[in-house]
């Protein structure tokens, strides 16, 4: 399954309170609503720049700080269908892959705002059309690659009724 | 070959030997949820096709982040929480019994050789009485309730060895602060911090769980402290359930030893808006300061609040300066009211709130004007976290806080300890 999209790119330890703010989440739980205020204390008119299938880019420890699922589902709401980071807080991570955004950790040195993107799934595989070089992603564990082909941690459980054994 | 103890509890909870790097799926012995996190766990619980959580009496809830309620939409959500608590048999700890970690341990609720996790990042805090316990999402907290399971990729242990004496007027916090200036926010992502030598074997229960609840801010996925007598101790009365008090062996394999010298520790404050750009507080600049804040998860217990007043005692809050109190408990608010310190603090011009997060996470109780400079005891400073943007957090140990609020500016505590 190939990916493709247009990157908007951000540095490093992106919380998640710059994801989405507290102030926001603890109102409402219309994820449209939400993906309306995502990245806007970085930048006050990201939501309007965002195209549905966009790559967000990322430096090291993407998503650090509240365990609010609010962040991965938001994004997704915004239009964001993949994250690419150099890292991961731990948290966001299976948040993510639970709620169906796609989360590659690889080196995004040198892909800026803009550029074309392409992530294959399956290979790991990263290309950047617009600066024509290739990077390759760290491989998910199989559990996640699962729950990631259902469409998520709901999904997954509504199927099986519990986890399967790994 | 030994096993830490994070290996030593998974093996447990998965019914086979475990190292770390392996995926497991585990029993979960208690899941805790709050009001930012619970109603979207229960949308991904309805979503998930069935009405029946496996195991009621592990499961807790707390509404805390937002309590009492300051809107209208969230009294509603507070309502979606009750109706299922009261449906389904769980336990909910309603607006004003506290900060859902400070619960969490000061009912007993876990204990020693759990394996526990909570839709919030700072579940980490019980790692303290020797449970592993990490922060999930709302999905998994979901999961937990329609399973009693999770997988767990199980994580390798960083071995943080505190040496020395603490200096009067610099405590736990103080350490923390300085080991995410010294390794950075991101240091131990995935891996899990155990803490021990002389400086932890003083400590108490109160400041070995200021020191958990801290390492999420450095990526851990958990920070343990082995049970020792002060632990049992302090369980004592206290625990809900039987418990076996695992040890890490003697030749288990860490990834990391990380040695912290203590002794020549000076306070220490993080500077905005990230938890480690942290300066000793000699070389800080004079900050002028509009609010203070002591309470959270972090520093919001009885011995921060005594410390608190007994600063305070003999003098008033700075006429500049807004200084709000959290207690972290009923229990606490209690103990602080009948051993006078509530007294001292209110008639110093100190502003106490109900046992809850406050104004940690922004949302009510205190959100500070434009351009303000705020000192906080909690455990996050980033940009926005108290509700504005355009505000300036630091944070600190509870005795600067106070020394701060009564000087209007950031100052040394030391003073106050000789």
């Given at each position: 399954m190939e990916?493709?999209?247009?990157?908007h790119?951000?540095?490093?330890?992106?919380?998640?309170?710059?994801?989405?703010?507290?102030k926001?989440?603890?109102?409402?739980?219309?994820?449209?609503?939400?993906?309306?205020?995502v990245?806007?204390?970085?930048?006050?008119?990201?939501?309007?720049?965002?195209?549905?299938g966009?790559f967000?880019v990322?430096?090291?420890?993407?998503g650090c700080?509240?365990?609010?699922e609010?962040?991965?589902?938001?994004?997704?709401?915004?239009?964001?269908?993949?994250?690419?980071a150099?890292s991961?807080?731990?948290?966001?991570?299976r948040?993510?892959i639970?709620?169906?955004?796609v989360?590659m950790?690889?080196?995004t040195?040198?892909?800026?705002t803009?550029?074309?993107?392409?992530?294959d799934l399956t290979t790991?595989?990263i290309?950047?059309?617009?600066h024509a070089f290739?990077r390759?992603?760290?491989?998910?564990?199989d559990?996640m690659?699962?729950?990631?082909?259902?469409?998520g941690?709901?999904e997954?459980?509504?199927k099986?009724?519990?986890?399967?054994?790994? | 070959?030994?096993q830490?103890l994070?290996?030593?509890?998974?093996?447990?909870?998965?019914?086979?030997?475990?190292?770390?790097?392996?995926?497991?799926?585990?029993?979960?012995?208690m899941?805790?949820?709050?009001?930012?996190?619970?109603?979207?766990?229960?949308?991904?619980?309805?979503e998930?096709?069935?009405?029946?959580?496996l195991?009621p009496?592990?499961i807790v809830?707390v509404?805390?982040?937002?309590?009492?309620s300051?809107?209208?939409?969230?009294?509603?959500?507070?309502?979606v929480?009750?109706?299922?608590?009261s449906r389904?048999?769980?336990?909910?700890f309603d607006a004003?019994c506290?900060?859902?970690?400070e619960?969490m341990?000061?009912?007993?609720?876990?204990?020693?050789?759990d394996?526990?996790?909570?839709?919030d990042?700072h579940?980490c805090?019980?790692?303290?009485?020797?449970v592993?316990?990490?922060?999930?999402?709302?999905?998994e907290?979901?999961?937990?309730?329609?399973t009693?399971?999770?997988?767990f990729?199980?994580?390798?242990?960083?071995?943080?060895?505190m040496?020395?004496?603490?200096?009067?007027?610099?405590?736990?916090k103080?350490?923390m602060?300085h080991?995410?200036s010294?390794?950075?926010a991101?240091?131990?992502t995935y891996q899990?911090?155990?803490?021990s030598?002389?400086?932890?074997?003083?400590?108490g229960?109160?400041?070995r769980l200021?020191?958990?609840?801290?390492?999420?801010?450095?990526?851990?996925?958990?920070g343990?402290?082995?049970?020792?007598?002060?632990t049992?101790?302090?369980l004592e009365?206290?625990?809900?359930?039987?418990?076996?008090?695992?040890q890490?062996d003697?030749?288990?394999?860490?990834?990391?030893?990380?040695e912290?010298?203590?002794?020549?520790?000076?306070?220490?404050?993080?500077?905005?808006?990230r938890?480690d750009?942290?300066?000793?507080?000699?070389?800080l600049?004079?900050?002028?300061?509009q609010?203070?804040?002591?309470g959270?998860?972090?520093?919001g217990?009885?011995?921060?609040?005594?410390?608190a007043?007994k600063i305070l005692?003999?003098?008033?809050?700075?006429?500049?300066?807004r200084?709000?109190v959290?207690?972290a408990?009923q229990?606490?608010?209690?103990?602080?009211?009948?051993?006078?310190?509530?007294?001292?603090?209110?008639?110093?011009?100190?502003?106490?709130?109900?046992?809850?997060?406050?104004?940690?996470?922004?949302?009510?109780?205190?959100?500070?004007?434009?351009?303000?400079?705020?000192?906080?005891?909690?455990n996050?400073?980033?940009?926005g976290?108290?509700g504005?943007?355009?505000a300036?957090i630091?944070?600190?140990?509870?005795?600067t806080?106070?020394a701060?609020a009564?000087?209007?500016?950031?100052?040394d505590?030391?003073e106050?300890?000789?």
């Amino acid at each position: 399954m190939e990916l493709k999209g247009k990157a908007h790119v951000f540095g490093d330890d992106i919380n998640t309170d710059y994801i989405i703010s507290g102030k926001y989440k603890f109102k409402t739980l219309d994820m449209d609503e939400l993906g309306k205020h995502v990245m806007e204390d970085l930048d006050p008119d990201f939501s309007s720049k965002v195209e549905p299938g966009d790559f967000l880019v990322a430096g090291m420890n993407f998503g650090c700080g509240s365990s609010r699922e609010q962040a991965p589902r938001a994004l997704l709401a915004s239009g964001i269908q993949i994250v690419l980071a150099r890292s991961f807080a731990r948290i966001f991570f299976r948040n993510a892959i639970n709620c169906g955004l796609v989360v590659m950790e690889c080196d995004t040195e040198g892909i800026e705002t803009g550029d074309e993107m392409t992530a294959d799934l399956t290979t790991g595989e990263i290309k950047n059309l617009t600066h024509a070089f290739t990077r390759q992603a760290q491989p998910l564990p199989d559990v996640m690659i699962r729950i990631l082909q259902e469409g998520g941690l709901v999904e997954y459980i509504k199927k099986y009724g519990t986890f399967q054994e790994i | 070959m030994g096993q830490t103890l994070t290996e030593k509890i998974f093996s447990r909870k998965a019914n086979h030997p475990v190292k770390a790097g392996d995926l497991v799926i585990a029993e979960v012995d208690m899941a805790m949820g709050q009001d930012g996190t619970t109603p979207l766990a229960l949308r991904s619980f309805q979503e998930m096709g069935t009405d029946r959580v496996l195991h009621p009496e592990r499961i807790v809830f707390v509404i805390d982040h937002n309590a009492p309620s300051p809107l209208e939409a969230v009294s509603a959500l507070h309502d979606v929480m009750r109706d299922f608590a009261s449906r389904h048999g769980i336990r909910l700890f309603d607006a004003g019994c506290g900060v859902c970690h400070e619960l969490m341990v000061g009912q007993g609720l876990v204990v020693p050789g759990d394996l526990v996790v909570g839709a919030d990042s700072h579940t980490c805090t019980y790692g303290a009485l020797g449970v592993f316990s990490t922060g999930v999402g709302s999905t998994e907290l979901a999961a937990v309730m329609v399973t009693g399971k999770l997988w767990f990729k199980v994580p390798e242990t960083v071995r943080v060895i505190m040496d020395g004496t603490l200096s009067p007027g610099v405590f736990s916090k103080d350490i923390m602060l300085h080991l995410a200036s010294r390794k950075g926010a991101d240091w131990a992502t995935y891996q899990v911090l155990e803490f021990s030598g002389p400086v932890v074997d003083k400590l108490g229960v109160e400041e070995r769980l200021t020191i958990t609840n801290m390492v999420v801010e450095m990526g851990a996925k958990a920070g343990l402290i082995a049970p020792d007598e002060k632990t049992l101790k302090w369980l004592e009365g206290r625990a809900k359930r039987q418990y076996e008090s695992l040890q890490p062996d003697p030749d288990a394999t860490y990834a990391e030893t990380v040695e912290v010298d203590c002794s020549s520790l000076a306070p220490q404050v993080a500077l905005p808006h990230r938890v480690d750009t942290v300066t000793s507080i000699e070389d800080l600049p004079t900050v002028p300061i509009q609010q203070a804040f002591l309470g959270t998860c972090t520093n919001g217990r009885a011995q921060d609040i005594e410390i608190a007043a007994k600063i305070l005692k003999g003098h008033t809050v700075h006429p500049q300066v807004r200084f709000i109190v959290a207690p972290a408990s009923q229990d606490i608010m209690v103990q602080a009211l009948r051993k006078g310190w509530i007294e001292t603090l209110v008639r110093a011009n100190a502003i106490v709130v109900p046992p809850g997060c406050g104004p940690c996470v922004g949302t009510h109780q205190g959100i500070p004007g434009d351009g303000w400079n705020v000192i906080s005891t909690a455990n996050r400073n980033f940009k926005g976290r108290m509700g504005n943007s355009k505000a300036f957090i630091y944070l600190a140990s509870p005795a600067t806080v106070a020394a701060s609020a009564v000087a209007g500016e950031i100052s040394d505590p030391r003073e106050y300890f000789q």
